[in-house]
């Protein structure tokens, strides 16, 4: 099998473990890139919020394959494997990845069209890099984009760089054929600047679309090196999308170059979780231990029943809450008259809530709107900044921690929970089962690299603010060998060695946290152990996260040391310091985080990282990062850069769970493979994370849940 099909095979597997039920209605198609476009042209139109997609094309001389996320409804991304073929079929002679970009400025109204900026290449390979500026209107069946670009999208040279009268740095020639890696120092550069546009009429026959464009690109490099002739500046094509988001463009650039792409494309929340099930009464055990439901020795006195509820797993904090609440309805004794649960995550207290009987009764019957839940419950916690603790099996205590929730009540009986014996997997919260495939772009001589491998782990909380973290990785497949090809060996490798981690079945972290606040707000976690696949140590956070607050502030550090390779636990004997400032902001009504990072990280170096975390209802969540660093890393291209990138898709494995009490998902995640610049330390239970699941955010995005 060739590269190139070997290439197209992985994607398309990829796009497999995360195929969902059905397809966005009225999808922005792609150009042969993979960005949202025409052709060869972008427009300003974006996928849904959520969509990924997958896919592959050719054009004289390149042949493309790409993974592209819609982060956030104003945020695209883009990993493009491109590659200089001489006919389809035959061998890949070069690589040229790359990471593209697209932000939307303005939405569409009937006064303006939607205006988005787009960056080609903003990380990766310069030879398709280029920087534009688009709009699209649309007129009855007709979509019309217009834009101006620079880089490839200037080399047209129809006017000067407006850009230049701010300075020579962006007057300078760009070179594309450099092997360095392009950057922010490239973009909007360039003496000129160029034209493009088109048209996209949907035809009257459903999902058919018809694509005219103008694209005056001259293919300067290709005529250069090897002679190439692109023809006219006009291409013109067709796209039919077809069952479950299958989508095929067929077309002609330049009146003789055949265009042809194929891909897919759905919503990631489509996909049906464990959650989007309706749960009952009959779906709680009356008969088990509480621990089965996260709840630590219920108390009842005086009308009260009271417990606290740890979250479980991949479960979100709401639905883990109604389960207990069930539990506790179920068990209650004769004359209670309130049920109250605090909640918390991993010895991090959250707010506590108060549901009478009728309360319950109505979510059985869905007589009660979410909201309204959520005003009669949480606002019955109006006394004070008190929390109920139950942890480990001590009582009920009041406890200052500056959210608002429930005056406390004194608890002295234990609750009469009948005891049966049952199925230990039952009683306690079960592994996390994941299919992990993670792939670097292909480029040089070096082909696309790849790792996969199934791991089992859990993250248990143990009482008294200390959780474990472990984990097992059974390595399935890889070609990291190939980075031997152009890596320059390091005297003290960070990740550039990962060919040595991917064999076998190993230990793949193992690591004890203790988490607690330090005042109101204020939160604090210690860990040691084998913090991650390729790093042990011990180290410390801090994050400061109001409440009600959108904002969230930390700093870590670790004194890490880099695992053996050879062995399970042995770690080496000099370590290395990492410490980061960290910062994060959800952005209001949705399920964006943005986050940032700077500082020293496991390398030695210095610099900074910026990402997007989109979470989804049924528990798939997209992530995406770019860290720039004060040193420069070998990269693929025979060159070297200053900058890391990473695309990362979780989905839950809904199947796996109607058969498994536990967790499922499938992750996929595109990066450089062997890096050693930019990486942080990954632990297995970062603090940010923990006191994610009982903020105030978190529990109104899932809130709904609590309807029945």
């Known amino acids: ?14 796009a497999i473990s995360l195929f969902c039920h059905s397809a966005p209605s009225h999808a922005a198609s792609e150009t042969v890139k993979g960005m949202t476009g025409l052709i060869e042209t972008p427009t300003a139109r974006m996928w849904a919020d959520g969509t990924y997609v997958v896919g592959s094309s050719a054009i004289e001389p390149y042949a493309h394959a790409f993974l592209g996320l819609q982060l956030g409804p104003d945020i695209a991304l883009s990993f493009r494997q491109s590659a200089r073929v001489t006919a389809l079929g035959k061998d890949i002679e070069e690589f040229f990845p790359g990471v593209d970009g697209k932000f939307r400025i303005l939405d569409e109204t009937p006064h303006h069209p939607a205006l988005s900026l787009g960056l080609d290449a903003m990380v990766g390979d310069r030879r398709f890099s280029g920087e534009y500026l688009v709009g699209s209107k649309n007129i009855g069946n007709f979509d019309v984009s217009l834009g101006l670009g620079w880089g490839r999208y200037g080399d047209a040279g129809h006017i000067k760089n407006p850009l230049g009268a701010l300075g020579n740095h962006f007057r300078a020639e760009r070179d594309r054929d450099s ?8 973009w909007f550069t360039g003496p000129d600047i160029g034209f493009f546009g088109g048209v996209e009429y949907h035809t009257p026959i459903p999902n058919l679309s018809l694509k005219a464009e103008y694209n005056p690109d001259p293919y300067e ?8 002739d692109k023809g006219s500046d006009f291409n013109f094509g ?8 299958l989508r095929a463009d067929l077309g002609v650039a330049g009146f003789d170059r055949v265009t042809l792409r194929l891909s897919t494309a759905d919503l990631i929340g489509n996909r049906r979780g464990l959650e989007d099930d309706n749960l009952t009464l009959r779906d709680v055990s009356k008969s088990a231990d509480p621990a089965r439901y996260g709840l630590t020795d219920p108390v009842f006195n005086d009308g009260v029943l009271s417990a606290g509820y ?6 979100s904090t709401v639905y883990g809450l109604k389960q207990a609440l069930y539990y506790l309805y179920r ?54 900044d008190n929390e109920i603790v139950n942890d480990g099996g001590a009582t009920p205590t009041a406890k200052p921690l500056g959210f608002i929730n429930a005056i406390i009540y004194p608890a002295l009986a ?30 040089n001589e070096v082909g696309l690299l790849y790792r996969s491998a199934l791991l089992a782990q859990r993250t248990q909380y143990v009482g008294h603010g200390f959780s474990m973290a472990y984990g097992l990785r059974l390595n399935l497949k890889h070609n990291t060998d190939n980075l031997s090809k152009f890596n320059i060996p390091r005297n003290t490798p960070v990740r550039s060695d990962i060919a040595d981690y991917s064999d076998g079945l190993r230990i793949d972290h193992a690591s004890l946290h203790y988490a607690r606040p330090l005042g109101t707000n204020l939160y604090a976690m210690v860990s040691a152990g084998l913090l991650e696949e390729m790093y042990g140590g011990y180290g410390a956070s801090l994050n400061y996260r109001p409440f009600r607050s959108r904002v969230s502030l930390g700093v870590e550090g670790y004194s890490a040391y880099k695992r053996r390779s050879d062995g399970y636990i042995e770690l080496d004997d000099e370590p290395v310091t990492t410490a980061l400032l960290r910062a994060g902001y959800d952005l209001p009504e949705s399920s964006i985080t943005l986050n940032a990072d700077a500082g020293r990280y496991l390398g030695g170096d210095y610099g900074v990282g910026i990402g997007i975390r989109k979470s989804f209802a049924n528990g798939a969540v997209l992530e995406g990062r770019i ?12 060159g070297q850069t200053q900058f890391d990138q990473m695309l990362r898709v979780t989905v839950p494995l809904y199947a796996m769970k109607r058969h498994l009490t536990n967790d499922a998902y499938a992750v996929v995640e595109a990066r450089p493979l062997g890096r050693d610049i930019a990486q942080p330390l990954e632990t297995a239970l970062p603090l940010d994370d923990v006191i994610r699941k009982v903020s105030f955010q978190h529990l109104m995005q899932n809130w709904i849940k609590m309807q029945h």
Do not use: C, H
């Open 331 to 384: 068990n209650a004794p004769e004359g209670t008259r309130l049920i109250r649960i605090g909640t918390s995550s991993y010895g991090i207290a959250g707010p506590s809530f108060d549901f009478t009987k009728a309360d319950v009764e109505a979510i059985l019957e869905g007589q009660k709107s979410a909201e309204e839940l959520w005003q009669q419950t949480i606002t019955t916690a109006e006394y004070g």
């Open 627 to 638: 860290a720039a660093s004060n040193q420069k890393n070998a990269s693929l291209l025979g």
């Open 179 to 186: 092997a360095n890696s392009a950057g922010p120092d490239q």
């Open 221 to 228: 490099i290709e005529a250069r090196v090897q002679n190439f």
């Open 310 to 315: 740890n979250q479980i797993g991949g479960l």
């Open 238 to 245: 067709a796209s039919y999308t077809g069952f479950r988001g």
């Open 414 to 443: 234990p609750l009469p929970v009948k005891k049966k014996k049952i199925r230990k997997w039952a009683t306690v919260p079960g592994f996390e089962w994941v299919v992990k495939n993670q792939m670097s772009l292909a480029e």
């Open 1 to 14: 099998m060739r590269l190139y099909l070997k290439l197209l095979y992985l994607l398309f597997l990829s």
